[in-house]
């Protein structure tokens, strides 16, 4: 499978998952984000292949528009989902940085998050042949990155209180750095 076959791939899964999983109040909103990540996908497939990490413009304007849409507006699954979908093309991971938390539990937070998404990258689940794998993928990458964009608000409050000014980010040590559900086994 070329590149456009697995981003029109992934396009179509992100379609589904957008459609069973996202939440707005504006439920029509939904159909016009499912309805572009499926137009997308046909563009992916009859799009020849260009060189690599290269978008041709009617495609990057399609990718624009739907990540547009998801950074304005809040659908309860991160606008992370439409990089990874054209990953097989772009060569691009979303970055997922440390928010520098002040605090030991939000600091935590923020490295079993990083935790979980080294994880499903690492283990190639975006890369399987199995639909249902890669969609799971998409779901959990997509949901791991909206609770860190939803951590980032609540360190960015924490950390400018007025006992946390000035302090430097918590460090986990090594004993430490072991995701919750093994640290409590």
């Given amino acids: 499978m070329n590149a456009f076959a697995a981003a029109a791939r992934r396009l ?6 957008v459609e069973a999983r996202a939440h ?5 909103l939904i159909d016009i984000v499912t309805m572009g990540f499926r137009s997308a996908a046909g563009a992916f497939e009859d799009t020849a292949p260009s060189e690599p990490g290269e978008l041709p413009e009617e495609l990057a304007d399609a990718v624009a528009a739907l990540d547009m849409v ?16 054209v990953e097989p093309v772009t060569g691009v ?8 938390a002040v605090s030991e539990q939000l600091a935590r ?12 990258l690492r283990d190639q689940h975006l890369n399987s042949a199995d639909d249902e794998t890669v969609s799971w993928a998409l779901r959990a990458l997509a949901t791991i990155h909206y609770k860190h964009e939803q951590l980032a608000g609540q360190v960015a409050v924490d950390n400018a209180k007025p006992c946390n000014e000035g302090k430097t980010p918590f460090r986990l040590l090594p004993a430490q750095r072991q995701p919750t559900s093994r640290r409590s086994a």
């Avoid at 507006?73 to 989902?81: E, K, V, Y």
């Avoid at 991971?93 to 520098?100: I, Q, R």
């Fill in 12 to 17: 179509r899964l992100a379609a589904d998952i």
């Fill in 24 to 28: 707005h109040r504006t439920p029509a």
């Fill in 70 to 85: 998801f950074r304005a507006h809040d659908f309860h699954l991160s606008p992370a989902l439409v990089a990874y979908a």
């Fill in 93 to 100: 991971v979303p970055p997922m940085e440390a928010l520098g």
């Fill in 109 to 120: 937070q923020d490295f079993d998050l990083q935790t979980r998404r080294d994880t499903v």
